[in-house]
Structure formats: C-alpha cells, structure tokens
C-alpha cells in the first residue's frame, strides 16, 4: 500500500464529506483489490481486470461490506453510513441500494486511509476477502 506518512487525525478525517472519502475510497480498495490479484499470480492485465472487476462493482462491494459490517466500531459503522447516505448519483446500470451500500464502503476506506489506519483497513479487506474465498468467489 502507498506509504502515507502525512496522515491526518480521525476528527480532521470525519470532517471531509462523504462523497470525499468515496472518491478516495473507491482508488485505495481498488488498489488493494489489483495488489492481492498481482501478488498471488503474475497473469496478463486481461485477466487481471477480469478478476478485479467481480469486487470492485457495487453489487460486490455492497456484498463486501455486508460481511464486514458486524466487525466495525461505533465510529467506522458511522463513516459507512454517512456515505451510503450521500446523495451519489448511480450509474444507468447500478442498482440504486447496492450502489449507496457501495459508497459507504468506499467512504470508511477512504477515512481510515486519510486517518492512516493503513493496519485496520486491512485487517477489514482481509476479513471480506476471506470471506469471499470461503464462498467460492473468486480467489485473490
């Protein structure tokens, strides 16, 4: 993950809307995603993308935070719904729910990358992931 050395306090984190913290959110589980597909194979970029896709859309990520949402704090499940509660415009093709559950997502990630909680968002995409793997989703 980037090194992010000039990282804010929670509070400041907090203070930045929603939709702020999803832009950034949606780029660093992303990242997170491509990492742990290069990391486990060195596959061509096609089929790279291919795996990706199937957990950074917003059915996925709307499944995703569905199997997290019971292991985050008071504070974390806070951040979610700020941003699942934004007003976000949904793709022609996004199911309107799945993809607000999927801004929320991308918020908390967003704020605990800014809040340089680098170590709790990836306690939380490893407890997703594996999920994932134990329902014979695509395996990264």
């Not at 939709?19 to 290069?38: Q, S």
């Not at 790279?48 to 996925?60: I, N, Q, T």
């Amino acid at each position: 993950m980037i090194n992010n050395d000039k990282t804010i306090t929670k509070k400041e984190a907090a203070l930045y809307s929603p939709l702020t913290l999803a832009y950034l959110g949606d780029a660093v589980f992303e990242l997170m995603v491509r990492e742990k597909l290069v990391l486990r194979e060195n596959a061509p970029n096609g089929k790279l993308h291919r795996e990706a896709k199937g957990f950074v859309s917003a059915k996925a990520q709307s499944r995703f935070i569905r199997k997290i949402l019971d292991k985050l704090t008071a504070e974390e499940l806070h951040i979610y719904k700020r941003g699942r509660n934004a007003n976000g415009v949904p793709p022609k093709n996004a199911d309107p729910a799945e993809y607000s559950s999927a801004t929320g997502l991308e918020a908390l990630f967003g704020y605990l990358y800014l809040a340089g909680e680098t170590a709790r968002m990836e306690f939380l995409f490893e407890e997703g992931i594996n999920d994932e793997k134990q329902n014979e989703k695509p395996d990264i």
